[in-house]
């Protein structure tokens, strides 16, 4: 079992950065892969990043280099250093846990945080 919180979301301008962090509470958090998804209103929950429990890094195509994946095992916290945000990375971001390969389905994640709101001012 792994209880997740988000933490580091807020309003920021276009083109500055924000890093978000997501920290677990559980054991063995360095076996689970790990990913960050957002949502926005009346769309579905959409693929960030995510990264393996051997520490692969995976983007989803609208990322283009302007964000960063990585975890802390000893830590049990996963982060995600945005930069460059536009207004349409505006969304609510969640960060999820599960135990197995990495995947970018949300429905193979097991675990969710309650999702940190990020708003980018154009």
């Known amino acids: 079992q792994l209880q997740l919180v988000e933490s580091g979301g807020g309003v920021v301008q276009a083109g500055g950065s924000l890093r978000l962090s997501c920290t677990a509470s559980?054991?063995?958090?360095?076996?689970?892969?790990l990913a960050w998804f957002r949502q926005t209103p009346g769309k579905e929950r959409e693929f960030v990043s995510g990264?393996?429990?051997?520490?692969?890094?995976f983007y989803g195509d609208f990322v283009k280099g302007r964000f960063t994946i990585s975890r802390d095992n000893a830590k049990n916290t996963l982060y995600l250093q945005m930069n460059s945000l536009k207004p349409e990375d505006t969304a609510v971001y969640y960060c999820a846990a599960r135990d197995g390969v990495w995947s970018h389905h949300v429905s193979e994640y097991e675990y969710w945080g309650q999702g940190t709101q990020v708003t980018v001012s154009s």
């Open positions: 559980g054991r063995a958090f360095s076996r689970y892969s």
């Open positions: 990264i393996s429990f051997s520490s692969n890094t």
